[in-house]
């Protein structure tokens, strides 16, 4: 069971919204219950993952030596089999 670490009584303003004071997260997932239960989880938003075009270029090239048969000796990873 969790312990209420903060409890306040908020009112709604007048364009439908309510004050989170002292917040550690800036963005919470919001859930209404049909019982009027309202739950708040914290979010960390973040940026997703991208490919640098540095990056996209390098393999496109690669892509290109490959198709020529421009390529080195195979490698032998037989020694990694575990």
């Known amino acids: ?3 209420a670490i903060k409890e306040y009584d ?3 303003d007048s364009k ?3 004050t989170l004071r002292n917040t550690s997260f800036e963005y919470y997932h919001v859930q209404e219950m049909d019982n009027g239960v ?3 989880e914290p979010r960390e938003l973040t ?3 991208q490919v640098s075009a540095n990056t996209l270029s390098m393999m496109d090239e690669s892509v290109k030596n490959l198709k020529k048969g421009k390529v080195s000796a195979a490698i032998d990873l ?3 089999k575990g």
Do not use: D, E, G, N
């Open 47 to 49: 940026v997703p993952f």
């Open 78 to 80: 037989s020694a990694f």
């Open 10 to 12: 908020a009112k709604i």
């Open 1 to 3: 069971m969790s312990i």
């Open 38 to 40: 309202i739950i708040l």
């Open 16 to 18: 439908k919204r309510v």
